[in-house]
Every structure is written in C-alpha cells, then in structure tokens.
C-alpha cells in the first residue's frame, strides 16, 4: 500500500534497494517486496524504513507527497535538482491519482452488483 512512496522516497535519496535492505538488516528480496506491495508493513518496519530514509513515519503513510529535504553529501548522487525532485513528486501523484481512479471503479462495480441483487 506504502510501496511506490517508499520506493520513490528512497530513489530521491540515491539509495539502492541493496543499500536500504543491508540498514534495515532484511534481504534485499525482503525489502523489494514492501516496496512492491508483496508484504505488508508493521509499525516497528515502517519506523525503522522512515529512519533510513530521513523522513517522518506519517510521511510515508499519508496521502500527501512527501517532501524530502535534501542536504549535501546525502548520497543523492545529483538527484537534488529541484526539477527533478518536481518531477519526480509529479510523477508520485499521478500513479497514486490513477490508483485511487481504479479503486473507486472497482468498488462501484461491487455496489452496482450488491444492489442489482435486492
């Protein structure tokens, strides 16, 4: 559910999927899947994730696009142009834009069917 913000929080931040997994003490194939939605999150891995990628918890859990403040030396390998970060927050919302899009199509065709029943 929180996968595509981590996943765009931690490339923001030039970091790898090896890189986040190895801080957090999880595999590599254990990290990608929270990142893809496979596996679901507890409070204390969403902490440890924030902490990683020096965002706050709510960050990650809001609906809001997260801000990431990018400082030197922060291993953002040139990504901290501030079109690029745009772009990149731009692109976030127009995938979770088109996700809730879905979502709302999917659940009208649950209550089109529930009241076709009565």
Same mark, same amino acid.
């Given at each position: 559910?929180?996968? $595509? *913000?981590?996943?765009?929080?931690? &490339?923001?931040?030039?970091? !790898?999927?090896?890189?986040?997994?190895?801080?957090?003490?999880?595999?590599? #194939?254990?990290? !990608?899947?929270? $990142?893809?939605?496979?596996?679901? %999150?507890?409070? @204390?891995?969403? #902490?440890?994730?924030? &902490?990683?990628? @020096?965002?706050?918890?709510?960050?990650?859990? !809001?609906?809001?696009?997260?801000?990431?403040?990018?400082?030197? #030396?922060?291993?953002?390998?040139?990504?901290?142009?501030? $079109?690029?970060?745009?772009?990149?927050?731009?692109?976030?919302? $127009?995938?979770?834009? %088109?996700?809730?899009?879905? @979502?709302?199509?999917?659940?009208?065709?649950?209550? @089109?069917?529930?009241? !076709?029943? *009565?």
């Amino acid at each position: 559910m929180y996968g $595509e *913000k981590i996943r765009t929080i931690r &490339e923001l931040r030039g970091l !790898s999927q090896e890189n986040v997994a190895a801080r957090l003490g999880i595999a590599q #194939n254990t990290y !990608s899947k929270i $990142e893809t939605n496979q596996s679901r %999150l507890n409070v @204390e891995m969403l #902490n440890k994730i924030a &902490e990683v990628l @020096e965002v706050a918890p709510l960050d990650i859990i !809001s609906g809001i696009p997260a801000i990431v403040n990018f400082q030197p #030396n922060q291993g953002t390998q040139g990504i901290g142009h501030v $079109e690029h970060f745009y772009a990149f927050q731009k692109d976030l919302v $127009e995938r979770m834009l %088109l996700g809730k899009d879905e @979502e709302i199509a999917r659940l009208n065709k649950i209550i @089109e069917g529930l009241l !076709s029943k *009565k």
